[in-house]
């Protein structure tokens, strides 16, 4: 099996039945592993919402830690579409030529300084330092700020060895609290001035609608950002070939993007409540317990990708779910999507082959399923192109 490879613990079960129930903190959830169950569930914000208590629908519950909602992550519509009208337009700027040669930029700089290196860890020297740095211009924040995030390690939530951590959320809480009231005292045309400006529903936005939205840019984009970046690096480390086709058919780059999303699913799943007494998969589902959307189980459905569990760059038809389904489909899609677009052409022009040095993989455990996300650590070398 090479290094990069990724396998799906879900297989078994999804054919079987197409769930399986697992512990979360007592509060067990049922994983829905098919792919029309998941979209299907996704779809259905009556019966499985995400207005619930802050932090139920995230797995593992963030309920202990956070008492401050999600926005508009943890909204149902129709107010969750009028909280995505004020956002969208801000969070859609990747699209625009200036914003991607600005995040160019960014990414260019990193390889260059990756590349003088006789090796490095990627986790720690490369990607995390990259989510941060480009998270300055999705935030429009000085550079420097870059600096504080990657302080925090690769998850806001989490320390090493713990599966949450409140006094770890609480720095950045009190970190965005610091921010608003700046923003508040002396707006500028970051993001943060940007919420506290904006209208929503005939008033402006409060400081607490605003802080759920920047706990959910800052805690919603680092890890998975992370992942993906990382498990990217070491699929071109087991496949060089890879990047030779990709730096002779860049028209594929936005699909090979596209189908690494689907396979390395950076996030396993994400929660919702039960409403009311239901079937899902001929299973009976009461009301207040919750299900899960395994978006890494849908990703690898049988029934809907051929060749689900390989990397096929050119994959034509991509149905994944890597950004989730519907109304929540991930607000910030748009920028992860052009960290990935760039890096894969910076790397495919700029490295030859990638070394794989040493490595720890981060594998979660889900009641009987234990999935690879990526690495808590993984060192390697790159080899330039010769120019």
């Known amino acids: 099996m090479k290094k990069s490879e990724i396998p799906d613990p ?104 990756m590349l003088a290196k006789e090796s490095l860890e990627v986790v720690n020297e490369f990607a995390l330092p990259l989510q ?18 990657i302080s925090w390690g690769t998850h806001v939530f989490r320390s090493e060895g713990e599966a949450l951590d409140a006094d770890k959320a609480n720095v950045l809480y009190d970190y965005i609290d610091r921010e608003l009231d700046r923003a508040i005292a002396n707006p500028s045309d970051d993001l943060y001035s940007v919420l506290m400006q904006s209208d929503f529903d005939g008033r402006k936005l409060t400081k607490e609608e605003a802080k759920g939205v920047m706990v959910l840019t800052f805690a919603g984009g680092r890890d998975t950002v992370i992942n993906a970046v990382t498990n990217a690096i070491a699929y071109f480390a087991d496949h060089p070939e890879s990047l030779e086709r990709l730096r002779k058919e860049p028209e594929i780059i936005t699909n090979a993007v596209e189908e690494m999303i689907r396979y ?50 050119d994959r034509k038809i991509n149905p994944h779910v890597g950004f989730g389904f519907s109304h929540h489909n991930c607000l910030g899609a748009t920028h992860a999507r052009q960290i990935m677009r760039i890096l894969v052409k910076e790397f495919s022009e700029k490295i030859k082959s990638i070394d794989i040095l040493d490595m720890k993989e981060n594998i979660e455990k889900w009641g009987k399923f234990q999935r690879k996300v990526g690495y808590h650590k993984i060192s390697v070398k790159f080899n330039a192109t010769t120019q």
């Not at 259905?44 to 139920?56: A, D, L, V």
């Not at 589902?285 to 990397?311: G, M």
């Open 132 to 149: 941060s740095r480009a998270l300055t211009l999705l935030l429009n924040t000085p550079f420097k700020e870059s600096e504080t995030w």
């Open 264 to 313: 390395f699913s950076p996030l396993t799943h994400m929660g919702r409540v039960v409403t009311e007494d239901t079937i899902v998969c001929e299973h009976a589902a009461k009301a207040d317990s919750r299900v899960s959307l395994c978006w890494a189980s849908a990703n690898r459905d049988e029934n809907v990708f051929e060749n689900p569990n390989e990397i096929v760059l």
């Open 10 to 113: 879900f297989a078994t079960q999804r054919s079987k039945c197409g769930y399986e129930t697992v512990d979360d903190q007592n509060d067990p959830v049922t994983m829905l592993l098919r792919h029309k169950d998941v979209r299907k569930t996704a779809h259905n914000y009556k019966t499985f919402t995400s207005e619930t208590i802050p932090g139920r629908i995230v797995v593992p519950s963030e309920v202990n830690i956070r008492d401050t909602r999600q926005i508009p992550f943890e909204v149902d519509p129709p107010k969750h579409g009028a909280y995505r009208s004020v956002l969208e337009a801000w969070f859609k700027r990747p699209i625009y030529a200036d914003y991607q040669e600005a995040l160019t930029k960014i990414v260019s700089s990193i390889i260059e300084e």
